[in-house]
């Protein structure tokens, strides 16, 4: 029998028993969606990732106080103060540390009260340098940022987040106008640029003070010289390394730190941040593909299951079949086929499922989601493998059949 | 196709099967020998249990015998692999079964194709159409065997052994499950391809049936001998002298292709 016959005749058998044929082929149905719909998710978080590095400014280094390791835990990260106005003044130095482009020092409170005439509104607030706008790779809307006059003046100037903005002052008259932040008047200078929503947190929903009256003025108890973190940025993507190893040298030689084990400052990097939640993503996408795995598999066990049931059914064809001339190798043909016939058509229902999903999901929820005609593809050949390799055994067991017994059969 | 019935299609020698083994030995057949020439249409007669449906089996090389010498057509089927004898059976031997074994599926005609499938054959319908056609069925090729009263599926069975132009015809109790109108089509049928020069084996355990036969082989306990035909004749002769064949061969032979419909009887 050519194959084409025998693929007829397979599709025949599928056909007449479609309501069989069409629950069996569910389980592949289901695993090849799966598989669809969870590669779309990993793909789209490792784009939306990718995406996000590149907005963050993959050049930031963040110092933030404390981190004294003991025993593999790391305790009192942020909580101390051991971080001063000096060390930032320092880390400024190229000659020590030239491949640092811009450092920013930066105190902050959350939960600050805003008032611009009738109008109130909580932000945070956070004081820096001029620095700040580099190191955030942020730009201004318009107006000027401050300045580092306003810095040493202890000048009551703000900027605004676009969000803070629009809130304070509805009318779009912000810049040159006062607002209240914390009970004292600061007179808004400039507006920065939006960059866009981050899940909870929004960075277009705040206020930069310099440094010095937010130091002075706004945290409570807090002390002219000691800071929250340090921001510094790297001359370049390739000089973050080296970058953060020289604020690390820098402030282990400041803070008279013999054994770097013992540091009290922590220096994290955005790119190592985003390469955890990457292989988080990873994690979590290789995960739910063994779900869909394993749903394949046992839709490849229900195919088993099915195709011999057809084979104990069909004994009587099968030693018809023999009696007239077929060989072992044609009856081993016939059912594999069909077995795989039934299982490329759930193959195909769950590729046109899956990508279905995976547009629905794009479309109408916040996941990002990318539909990959590879691995649709993929998941086809997998269906009609797995058909094949869970039909071997009902094939073969019709396949042995000896005629005689196979023609008593019936 | 008429040879004149010089050369052996089969020859048995010696031919034993047995089942089981020790106390529960089943001796199925016992050192039976057999020669059908070409041309031969022989009845091989004998009661349930017999030993002839395995002695069919064997023929039919469905089966192999446990010991002794098994020739089809000169080769010995013992030495033949399991793919040579499905060669065999899909060339050389066309089955007529009691149960007519069509798949229930399939028009008239795609059955009749099946065993033109398994050799790969070139202008399969033609074929088929043709061999319907020398069965009187040519008007009904398109039905499906449930569309088909039981004589018509017997002949439908009959034209798929015919398809493939066999060296032997094997028919296993062929009328068994017929009534006598379709019986009487049936045998009219067998003995028309008898005298269109096949080799026919008939195996049943009526010996009015066997009695369409020339030549009429008697199994019992798994023994062959060889029955005189005046033997059979008498047999069935005292029983229903209108069943026996030979009457009606003149009306048959007017008008040979032209088979009765056993639907409409």
């Known amino acids: ?29 289901i695993g090849v969606g799966a598989l669809i719909i969870t590669v779309g998710i990993g793909l789209g978080t490792r784009t939306s990732i990718g995406s996000r590095i590149s907005r963050l400014g993959t050049n930031l280094i963040t110092v ?15 909580s101390s103060t051991t971080l001063t106005m000096d ?8 000659s020590v540390a030239p491949d640092v482009a811009g450092v920013a020092p930066v105190v902050s409170r959350n939960g600050a009260i805003m008032v611009a005439g009738p109008v109130t509104w909580t932000s ?49 008259n912000a810049i040159g106008s006062l607002v209240d932040i914390q009970h004292i008047p600061f007179r808004v200078v400039g507006i920065l640029q939006p960059r866009g929503a981050q899940g909870l947190y929004n960075p277009d929903d705040l206020a930069i003070v310099p440094i010095s009256t937010a130091q002075g003025e706004l945290i409570a108890g807090g002390s002219l010289t000691s800071v929250q973190r340090i921001l510094v940025s790297a001359n370049s993507r390739d000089a973050i390394d080296s970058a953060s190893e020289e604020v690390n040298d820098l402030l282990l030689q400041t803070h008279r730190i013999t054994d770097p084990g013992q540091a009290d400052f922590t220096i994290t990097t955005q790119a190592s941040i985003l390469s955890t939640l ?10 739910l593909a063994g779900v869909a795995g394993i749903s394949l598999l046992v839709g490849g066990i229900g195919v088993m299951n099915i195709m011999l049931v057809s084979v104990t059914e069909r004994i009587a064809e099968i030693g018809l079949r023999k009696a007239l001339g077929a060989r072992r190798g044609d009856i081993l043909r016939q059912f594999l086929l069909e077995a795989a016939v039934i299982s490329a058509v759930g193959g195909l229902l769950g590729v046109g499922l899956g990508g279905a999903s995976t547009f629905a999901l794009d479309r109408f929820t916040s996941l990002v989601t990318v539909f990959s005609p590879p691995v649709a593809a993929i998941g086809l050949l ?8 869970f039909g071997v055994l009902p094939a073969l067991r019709a396949a042995r059949l000896e005629p005689i017994v196979a023609l008593r059969g019936s | 196709m008429v040879t004149g019935g010089e050369h052996a299609v089969l020859t048995l020698e010696k031919v034993c099967k047995t089942y089981g083994a020790g106390e529960t030995i089943v001796r199925a057949l016992r050192d039976v020998d057999l020669e059908v020439r070409r041309g031969d249409f022989v009845a091989i007669i004998g009661p349930s249990g017999s030993g002839k449906s395995t002695l069919m089996n064997i023929l039919g090389c469905l089966d192999i015998p446990t010991s002794g010498r098994y020739l089809f057509a000169g080769e010995d089927v013992m030495r033949m692999r399991d793919d040579e004898l499905a060669h065999i059976r899909n060339l050389r031997i066309g089955f007529v079964f009691q149960q007519f074994h069509l798949l229930k599926k399939l028009t008239a005609w795609r059955n009749v194709e099946l065993p033109l499938l398994y050799r790969r054959a070139s202008r399969r319908r033609e074929k088929a159409m043709r061999a319907l056609e020398m069965v009187g069925l040519d008007h009904r090729v398109d039905h499906t065997p449930n569309q088909l009263s039981g004589g018509q599926q017997q002949r439908v069975a009959i034209a798929r052994a015919l398809v493939t132009d066999p060296e ?14 379709s019986t009487r089509d049936i045998l009219a049928i067998l003995d028309q391809l008898h005298k269109d020069g096949r080799t026919i084996v008939l195996i049943t355990h009526d010996p009015e049936i066997a009695a369409v036969a020339p030549r009429i082989v008697r199994i019992s306990d798994g023994v062959l001998t060889e029955e005189s035909m005046s033997t059979a004749l008498e047999l069935t002769g005292r029983r229903a002298p209108t069943a ?19 639907a409409s009887a």
């Not at chain 1, 599709?11 to 149905?29: P, Q």
């Not at chain 1, 990457?278 to 995960?287: P, Q």
């Not at chain 2, 032997?168 to 109108?181: F, M, Q, S, Y």
Request: aromatic share 2%.
């Open chain 2, 168 to 181: 032997l015809i094997l028919a296993d109790e062929p009328t068994g499950n017929l009534d006598t109108a």
């Open chain 1, 278 to 287: 990457d292989a988080t993503s990873t994690a979590l996408t290789l995960l």
């Open chain 1, 1 to 29: 029998m050519t194959v084409l016959q025998t693929a007829l005749t397979g599709l025949r058998a599928v056909r007449s028993n479609r309501l069989r044929s069409l629950l069996t082929a569910l389980g592949i149905l």
């Open chain 2, 244 to 262: 026996r064949p030979r009457t009606r061969a003149p009306r048959r032979r007017a008008a040979p292709m032209i088979v009765e419909d056993a």
């Open chain 1, 64 to 78: 933030t106080p404390g981190s004294v390791t003991s025993g593999g835990v790391r305790t009192g990260l942020g």
């Open chain 1, 124 to 172: 945070s607030v956070t004081g820096s340098t001029p620095d700040w706008l580099l190191t955030n790779a942020r730009y201004m809307d318009s107006g000027t940022f401050i300045s580092d006059d306003d810095v040493r003046a202890h000048a009551q100037v703000a900027v605004l987040g676009p969000t803070t903005a629009a809130d304070l002052f509805p009318g779009g």
């Open chain 1, 87 to 94: 060390d930032a003044a320092a880390l400024k130095n190229p």
């Open chain 1, 382 to 389: 997998i269906a009609a493998g797995i058909g094949l390799v």
